[in-house]
């Protein structure tokens, strides 16, 4: 069963372009709704322990290095069917395939630096969502 919350980071590369605004309006057209949100900035430490499942991967490092390099903002978007339809508001993770619209292929530079995070799955929305949120800090 589909939940009605996902996670989602505006990466370092948005951040640093002023797209934050921009992004978060869309979301809201989108129908989401914010129920968390927190503007940091992340050590390498915890870039790493965020993406930990990639670890094993030829481009973690530089991951890690990436999500390190400036502000974030870090959100949990409510709405029914969440991580699908978030997915579909983000686009492919290369912006040159995400379908005009989308918040990649406006935003994204290249597949490294594609704007924004969305989560995968429903299990990993809530694992992702209570890495940077205490209970007391979602509404």
């Known amino acids: 069963?589909?939940?009605?919350?996902?996670?989602?980071?505006?990466k370092p590369d948005a951040v640093a372009n002023g797209h934050v605004g921009a992004i978060l309006d869309d979301m809201i057209k989108g129908g989401f709704k914010i129920v968390a949100m927190k503007y940091t900035k992340l050590s390498p430490e915890m870039a790493g322990k965020f993406y930990a499942v990639h670890k094993e991967r030829g481009f973690f490092g530089e991951?890690?290095?990436?999500?390190?390099s400036g502000p974030i903002v870090a959100a949990i978007l409510e709405k029914d069917n969440?991580?699908?339809?978030?997915?579909?508001?983000?686009?492919?993770?290369?912006?040159?395939?995400?379908e005009p619209g989308t918040i990649r292929n406006k935003y994204a530079k290249s597949i490294d630096a594609n704007a924004v995070h969305g989560s995968d799955s429903d299990e990993n929305a809530a694992i992702e969502g209570s890495f940077y949120f205490t209970a007391f800090e979602q509404f």
């Open 63 to 68: 991951l890690v290095e990436f999500m390190s």
């Open 82 to 98: 969440a991580v699908e339809d978030f997915r579909k508001l983000i686009g492919a993770t290369d912006p040159a395939k995400a």
């Open 1 to 10: 069963m589909a939940t009605n919350r996902t996670f989602t980071m505006i």
